[in-house]
Structure formats: structure tokens, C-alpha cells
């Protein structure tokens, strides 16, 4: 059984920035995409970003291109996801999740398992 733990969640004002970490469990970290996804209340699931085994290739969301970036160490089996310029619209519970070997990244369906989540918020 794997385990996502998700850490780095707060409180921050606008135009401020936090770091997600995303603590793996397991011995097949490295073979998986892993995503971020977030969500408020009485919403969907948004993806936010999803990144490669190799972490050499990534996708990104249009509501946060520009402005986040995701980045992981396999040695550590940790997936970060670095929030800058942030929003009050980035107020939500932010997820990562692991990835089937197949499907497309912006689904949820993608993905085998998920974090607990870590809450996000943004004052205006």
C-alpha cells in the first residue's frame, strides 16, 4: 500500500509564496507520474500540475502556469510544488495524488493514490 503525505500548507497573504512536499511511501516512486490537484468546498477537483517518472516533463494547469512550479527527487520520494504570486483564488485543500501508468494528467481517474491533502489559504 502506498502513502502520500502532504505538508507545507498555510496561511499567506496575496502576492506571497509556499512550498508543498509530498512525502511518498513505497519502493516504486520513480517508475510513477505524480500530480497536484486541489479543491474547495462544494467544487471539483482541479489539476494544478502533473510531472514525469524523470521529472523531465510536465503539465501544467492554465490557472497557475507561470506562477507554480513542480519539481521532484526521486532519492527522497518527495514530489514539491513551489507556489509563487499567490492568489486568493489559490485558496484550497491541495492534494498529490500517484498516477496509473496510463491516462491523461488533468484527470482524476489517472490517478491510484491520493494525500489526505493540505489546506492553502490566500488573504486578499
Known amino acids: 500500500q502506498v502513502q502520500l503525505v502532504e505538508s507545507g500548507g498555510g496561511l499567506v497573504q496575496a502576492g506571497g509564496s509556499l512550498r508543498l512536499s509530498c512525502a511518498a511511501s513505497?519502493?516504486?516512486?520513480?517508475?510513477?507520474?505524480m500530480g497536484w490537484f486541489r479543491q474547495t468546498p462544494g467544487k471539483e477537483r482541479e489539476f494544478v500540475v502533473g510531472?514525469?517518472?524523470?521529472?523531465?516533463?510536465?503539465d501544467y494547469g492554465a490557472s497557475v502556469k507561470g506562477r507554480f512550479t513542480i519539481s521532484r527527487d526521486n532519492a527522497k520520494n518527495t514530489v514539491y510544488l513551489q507556489m509563487y504570486s499567490l492568489k486568493p483564488d489559490d485558496t484550497a485543500t491541495y492534494y498529490c495524488?500517484?498516477?496509473?501508468?496510463?491516462?491523461?494528467?488533468?484527470?482524476?481517474?489517472?490517478?491510484?493514490?491520493w494525500g489526505q491533502g493540505t489546506q492553502v489559504t490566500v488573504s486578499s
Open positions: 513505497g519502493r516504486t516512486f520513480s517508475d510513477h507520474s
Open positions: 510531472i514525469s517518472p524523470s521529472g523531465l516533463a510536465t
Open positions: 495524488a500517484r498516477k496509473y501508468f496510463s491516462g491523461a494528467y488533468i484527470d482524476t481517474r489517472s490517478y491510484e493514490y
